[in-house]
């Protein structure tokens, strides 16, 4: 459908009715480069929201990006995780689904049948329950099948809120995702909060890691013993890792260098705020020796809270407003995996 | 130095092997400022991540600045040799007030503020070194025609961080007012 060719026809056809030959032009080789770039993104659709702490705006950039990626003729899931506390139907303005992911757990029934509508084309809504589940009763065989189903709806994009906390299944979620999304505000505890789940993470992924090459009590021998060995931080203990057991290092290299963080900023106040992203991803590299990419920003508008309130989503009630071109520019950052450019001028 | 200790130094300053001597020195200030004052990204792992770990990376900051500094002059050995300290935190936006008109010499002060040497301007730009010096100096009969000097000035400017707009806009007015002068003399 978008051959050279074809472009070539369209701009000239449209040569004759206008004459801005360089918009036409830009249009649609912009056009030709999503298609063909859709194409290789076979995988890498299951993305987590996360971050650590609550009020970051998790719920909301999780209806933002579903909405901006259906918009884009995507078709998209959304799910909510944040057991206990799910409401990403109200930012949808919607009702609460009957069906939730109780019925999936205690039923059986499959994720597909438990996907409601959204008011939005494309895009539909599986939801936790607030009543009757407890996070806590989800056995970690039921989570591993959740996973399964997960990732078996396919040629869909997946969005999970995973709420706040660090709780074991929040990480465990986070880290089955193909892109984790770590959402956080310019102000210290929301930093704070960020550092620690991500910490965690990190950890229990390399825990689980060498679980699987049968390394599994090595490392928890190591962090039970930290004070002999004067283990004061995860750097430290990974460095002495590779030092005692040098056959650990390839694979401890490996999980430190697939552990990819996005960041999002929310809520920014003034331009220096930004730099809060860039002076993260060093600190991530140099602290933790994990690549995290700052995919964008969005700044404090009282339109956001003002859609929330009427339960009409900003995105399709202000969709010109510069929050909604920020969350489009920093969704289409996470699409393509690219950094947010930020220019000093 | 090998490529590979080339890549390294720019790892260490977190930017791509492409990157631009200004790019270079941005990236540079950016990492001495974070790691050498208590912000609020540091201070929630100050425990973790101490004064020592943080002293260390300035030094690997440092270095790594230094011999990509080395290594990109080598490159260009009619330069004349760097003076002044590397790091300069001048923010020309910041001093600069609109009322003021940029003249060659305004253009060359600011950029010795910044601590750039010409030949780095060069390098980046693609313009010619005797150019930009005409271009500084004011030499009007030595520059070339006005269209290709606003695209000269709106380029170097750019690389400045000034207002490509107000700084052609000025200099051109100056080089038309000495055009109009010229023409009465004869």
């Given at each position: 459908?978008?051959?050279?060719?074809?472009?070539?026809?369209?701009?000239?056809?449209?040569l004759?009715?206008?004459?801005n030959?360089?918009?036409?032009?830009?249009?649609?080789?912009?056009?030709?480069?999503?298609?063909?770039?859709?194409?290789?993104?076979?995988e890498?659709?299951?993305?987590?929201?996360?971050?650590?702490?609550?009020?970051?705006?998790?719920?909301?950039?999780?209806?933002?990006?579903?909405?901006?990626?259906?918009?884009?003729?995507?078709?998209?899931?959304?799910?909510?995780v944040?057991?206990?506390?799910?409401?990403?139907?109200?930012?949808?303005?919607?009702?609460?689904?009957?069906?939730?992911?109780?019925?999936?757990?205690?039923?059986?029934?499959p994720?597909?049948?438990?996907?409601?509508?959204?008011?939005?084309?494309?895009?539909?809504?599986?939801?936790?329950?607030?009543?009757?589940?407890?996070?806590?009763?989800?056995?970690?065989?039921q989570?591993?099948?959740?996973?399964?189903?997960?990732?078996?709806?396919?040629?869909?994009?997946?969005?999970?809120?995973?709420?706040?906390g660090?709780?074991?299944?929040?990480?465990?979620?986070?880290?089955?995702?193909?892109?984790?999304?770590?959402?956080?505000?310019?102000?210290?505890?929301?930093?704070?909060?960020?550092?620690?789940?991500?910490?965690?993470?990190?950890?229990?992924?390399?825990?689980m890691?060498?679980?699987?090459?049968?390394f599994?009590?090595?490392?928890?021998?190591?962090?039970?013993?930290?004070?002999?060995?004067?283990?004061?931080?995860?750097?430290?203990?990974?460095?002495?890792?590779?030092?005692?057991?040098?056959?650990?290092?390839?694979?401890?290299?490996?999980?430190?260098?697939?552990?990819?963080?996005?960041?999002?900023?929310?809520?920014i106040?003034?331009?220096?705020?930004?730099?809060?992203?860039?002076?993260m991803?060093?600190?991530?590299?140099?602290?933790?020796?994990?690549?995290?990419?700052?995919?964008?920003?969005?700044?404090?508008d009282?339109?956001?809270?003002?859609?929330?309130?009427?339960?009409?989503?900003?995105?399709?009630?202000?969709?010109l407003?510069?929050?909604?071109?920020?969350?489009?520019v920093?969704?289409?950052?996470?699409?393509?995996?690219?950094?947010?450019?930020?220019?000093?001028? | 130095?090998?490529?590979?200790?080339?890549?390294?130094?720019?790892?260490?300053?977190?930017?791509?092997?492409?990157?631009?001597?200004?790019?270079i020195?941005?990236?540079?200030?950016r990492?001495?400022?974070?790691?050498?004052?208590?912000?609020?990204?540091?201070?929630?792992?100050?425990?973790?991540?101490?004064?020592?770990?943080?002293?260390?990376?300035?030094e690997?900051?440092?270095?790594?600045?230094?011999?990509?500094?080395?290594?990109?002059?080598?490159?260009?050995?009619?330069?004349?040799?760097?003076?002044?300290?590397?790091?300069?935190?001048?923010?020309?936006?910041?001093?600069?007030?609109?009322?003021?008109?940029?003249?060659?010499?305004?253009?060359?002060?600011?950029?010795?503020?910044?601590?750039?040497?010409?030949?780095?301007?060069?390098?980046?730009?693609?313009?010619?070194?005797?150019?930009?010096?005409?271009?500084?100096?004011?030499k009007?009969?030595?520059?070339?025609?006005?269209?290709?000097?606003?695209?000269?000035?709106?380029?170097?400017?750019?690389?400045?961080?000034?207002?490509?707009?107000?700084?052609?806009?000025?200099?051109?007015?100056?080089?038309?007012?000495?055009?109009?002068?010229?023409?009465?003399?004869?």
């Amino acid at each position: 459908m978008y051959s050279i060719k074809n472009i070539k026809l369209q701009c000239w056809g449209r040569l004759t009715h206008e004459p801005n030959l360089l918009y036409c032009l830009e249009e649609h080789t912009d056009s030709f480069h999503k298609v063909d770039k859709l194409k290789e993104i076979k995988e890498g659709n299951i993305w987590a929201i996360g971050g650590g702490k609550g009020g970051t705006g998790k719920t909301f950039l999780t209806s933002s990006i579903g909405i901006f990626l259906a918009k884009a003729g995507k078709r998209v899931v959304l799910i909510d995780v944040d057991i206990g506390g799910a409401n990403l139907h109200s930012f949808l303005g919607i009702n609460r689904p009957k069906k939730s992911l109780t019925n999936f757990f205690e039923m059986g029934i499959p994720l597909s049948r438990l996907a409601v509508k959204t008011g939005v084309d494309n895009m539909s809504l599986i939801t936790g329950d607030v009543h009757s589940l407890a996070s806590d009763s989800i056995k970690f065989t039921q989570k591993l099948k959740l996973f399964r189903h997960i990732m078996k709806l396919n040629k869909q994009y997946v969005i999970i809120d995973l709420g706040g906390g660090s709780h074991n299944n929040t990480i465990d979620t986070f880290l089955m995702a193909d892109k984790r999304i770590a959402v956080l505000e310019p102000e210290i505890i929301a930093i704070e909060n960020m550092y620690h789940f991500v910490k965690n993470a990190l950890f229990r992924k390399i825990r689980m890691a060498l679980r699987t090459y049968g390394f599994k009590e090595i490392v928890e021998h190591m962090w039970e013993q930290r004070e002999k060995h004067n283990i004061k931080s995860l750097k430290e203990l990974i460095e002495s890792l590779k030092e005692s057991f040098s056959y650990l290092g390839d694979i401890l290299d490996k999980e430190l260098s697939d552990f990819k963080v996005y960041l999002v900023l929310n809520k920014i106040r003034s331009s220096q705020d930004i730099l809060i992203g860039s002076s993260m991803k060093s600190i991530f590299m140099k602290y933790l020796g994990i690549n995290a990419q700052f995919a964008g920003y969005i700044e404090y508008d009282d339109a956001v809270w003002r859609s929330i309130r009427e339960r009409r989503p900003l995105m399709l009630n202000y969709s010109l407003s510069r929050v909604a071109k920020e969350i489009g520019v920093f969704t289409e950052n996470l699409l393509y995996e690219r950094e947010m450019k930020i220019s000093r001028s | 130095m090998s490529k590979k200790e080339l890549k390294k130094y720019f790892e260490i300053l977190e930017i791509s092997p492409d990157s631009t001597i200004l790019e270079i020195r941005n990236a540079y200030n950016r990492l001495k400022k974070l790691y050498s004052t208590d912000s609020v990204v540091i201070s929630p792992i100050a425990d973790e991540f101490s004064k020592k770990d943080r002293k260390e990376i300035l030094e690997q900051v440092e270095e790594a600045f230094k011999k990509l500094m080395e290594s990109l002059k080598g490159r260009h050995s009619s330069s004349p040799s760097p003076t002044g300290d590397f790091a300069s935190d001048y923010d020309p936006t910041a001093e600069k007030t609109e009322e003021e008109s940029y003249s060659g010499s305004v253009l060359k002060q600011i950029r010795e503020k910044m601590g750039i040497q010409l030949f780095e301007v060069s390098l980046d730009t693609k313009i010619r070194m005797e150019l930009l010096e005409r271009i500084e100096d004011e030499k009007f009969d030595s520059l070339p025609q006005e269209v290709y000097l606003k695209g000269h000035l709106t380029n170097y400017a750019s690389y400045l961080l000034l207002k490509p707009d107000k700084v052609t806009q000025d200099y051109i007015a100056r080089y038309r007012a000495w055009k109009e002068g010229e023409k009465e003399k004869r």
